[in-house]
């Protein structure tokens, strides 16, 4: 059945340093790629997305890339700061299917100051 | 800002006792989903609804789970029996149209003893 893996489960980075958080999916017909944001306590929020007519979007700190041929997409965070610490999930779309969201099984990210 | 509204934000209740919890989609949203959190664990998807047809509740234990939506304002999650094994974030998204970004409500936390 259709899958996303996410990696890693945690991730530590000191203040400034970058972050990278990867996601593979199953389903080849997948078009569309959406990052949340999940604060401890507080519902997942939209931070980008990306689909799969474009290989990169960058939005002031915050990147996804997306690579087709290989089935994966990364999120990549720069100049981290503490209040980027949360968890972050990544999904899959397919629109031939139901649209339903394929979610992976997020990343706990610490920014150490 | 339009935001999807969830009541109760808490409940808390005896085992075996009827749970319904509620959702009000953005205003020209047509799908909505419902999706079930534990200890900020993965979201595992329980009900979506398109134009208010029930298109996938595969996730969810039929025995004691319902969802509905009477109107286009207003969907609903029962569980009857409850058990403590419910005892989660049940969150509800919903979207413009399908594989468009789905939109969270800041969810039920709900804790069956």
């Known amino acids: 059945g259709e899958n996303v893996e996410q990696h890693p489960s945690t991730l530590s980075v000191q203040e400034g340093d970058s972050a990278v958080i990867k996601c593979t999916y199953s389903?080849?017909?997948?078009?569309?790629f959406p990052w949340y944001k999940q604060e401890l306590g507080k519902r997942p929020q939209l931070i980008i997305d990306i689909r799969s007519n474009v290989g990169e979007k960058k939005d002031q700190r915050i990147a996804v890339t997306l690579n087709k041929t290989a089935k994966h997409f990364s999120l990549h965070i720069t100049e981290t700061q503490p209040e980027d610490s949360a968890v972050y999930f990544c999904?899959?779309?397919?629109?031939?299917?139901?649209?339903?969201?394929?979610f992976g099984t997020g990343t706990r990210l610490k920014v150490l100051a | 800002d339009a935001r999807v509204t969830q009541t109760p934000r808490h409940k808390v209740t005896e085992m075996g006792q009827e749970v319904t919890m509620r959702c009000q989609p953005i205003?020209?949203?047509?799908?909505v989903f419902w999706y079930r959190q534990t200890m900020m664990q993965g979201l595992e998807l329980l009900a979506y609804f398109r134009n208010r047809a029930p298109l996938d509740d595969s996730g969810m234990p039929k025995d004691r789970f319902s969802a509905e939506m009477p109107d286009a304002t207003l969907a609903t999650l029962k569980i009857q029996p409850s058990e403590p094994r419910d005892s989660a974030v049940y969150f509800c998204?919903?979207?413009?149209?399908?594989?468009?970004?789905?939109?969270f409500g800041d969810g039920t936390r709900l804790s069956i003893l």
């Open positions: 205003l020209g949203h047509n799908t």
């Open positions: 999904a899959a779309s397919n629109p031939s299917g139901t649209y339903k969201y394929i």
């Open positions: 998204a919903s979207g413009r149209e399908p594989g468009q970004p789905q939109h």
């Open positions: 389903d080849s017909a997948s078009n569309y």
